[in-house]
């Protein structure tokens, strides 16, 4: 999970990840924006942020609490 964080932190402090945070900042202003960016990018990688964790509470690696 530590690394997971560091990596997402570390992507979005990127010169890659500029657009990424400028599309959650225009979504503070635009609705549709902030209904593109949260269908197609924020809600599936949710998804797979929560598989991870799932195995991570299967492997006794994380408390399911």
Known sequence: MVI??????TFLA?????????LIAEGQFDSDVAEAYQSRCYLPR??????ILERGVER???REN
């Open 4 to 9: 997971q964080i560091s990596n997402l932190y």
């Open 14 to 22: 990127s010169d890659e990840g500029r657009i990424i945070r400028e």
């Open 46 to 51: 949710r998804k797979v942020s929560g598989k």
């Open 60 to 62: 006794g690696e994380i």
